[in-house]
Structures are given as C-alpha cells and as structure tokens.
C-alpha cells in the first residue's frame, strides 16, 4: 500500500491537497463526518458532497461532483454501493484523478466499472488507515 499513488498524495498534508467527501454528512456517528472531520483536521481541504445537506463540519456543502470549485486530488466515497455507482459514473465524466471507496461503499459492480475507468482507484482499505490517521 505504501506505493500507491493516493498515498503520496495524502503525505502532502497540505491546503493544497483538495478531498471531496462524497456521502458527507453532519451526523458524528457515520463515517460521512468521521472522515472529513480527521482529513480537515490533518491540513487537507477538504469538500463535502452530499444532494441535501447545506454545510457540514461549517463548510459549504455541494450536491455532487460536478458543483465542486475545482477538480479534487481525491474524491472519497462514503455512500451506499446503488449510489456509489454513479457517483462512479460523476467522477469518470469530470476526469477526477483519483477515486477512493471505503470499505461497505462498493459492490462488484462498482470494482468493475472503476477498474476500467480513467481514474486511478482504491478499495481495499479506508483512506485513514493507509494515512495513519486514528
């Protein structure tokens, strides 16, 4: 794991180092705010994406992908496999470099369709244990 090339990317810690949050939410008990909470909190901006919500963890909320300012370095995916799927579909369209699945966020769908993609993906492990984030 320690080659892959998100890998590098999340060593930046930095502002610079943009992470959409796909699935974010408000709600402390879910990994939609577990995640982002840890990666702002370790220097990343960070942008949550959910349809509804209108601000999580006090920064402004997008409804997908495609609303974002820019394109992320990272997008990370905490949603359901029916919705992950195209969320897939939002992130091959708007060329995101870098696509990463929580673990309980895939099916054999969702593998299939990003192991053809032009994003480089993950989804063997969660993004805060590869960082070494507790």
């Known amino acids: 794991m320690l080659n892959h090339p998100m890998f590098e990317i999340l060593k930046q810690k930095t502002p610079a180092t943009r992470i959409a949050v796909v699935g974010a939410t408000n709600n402390p008990a879910k990994y939609g705010n577990v995640i982002p909470k840890t990666l702002l909190r370790h220097g990343y901006t960070i942008w949550p994406v959910h349809p509804t919500e209108k601000e999580v963890l006090g920064l402004p909320c997008y ?22 799927i195209n969320v897939l579909a939002e992130c091959e ?17 969702c593998v299939r369709f990003a192991d053809t993609a032009s994003f480089v993906s993950e989804h063997d492990a969660c993004i805060m244990v590869v960082a070494n984030y507790p």
């Open 93 to 109: 369209a708007a060329q995101v470099p870098n696509v990463w699945m929580q673990p309980g966020s895939f099916d054999d769908a």
């Open 63 to 84: 409804p997908n992908i495609t609303s974002l300012p820019a394109t992320p370095d990272i997008v990370n995916i905490v949603t359901p496999p029916a919705i992950t």
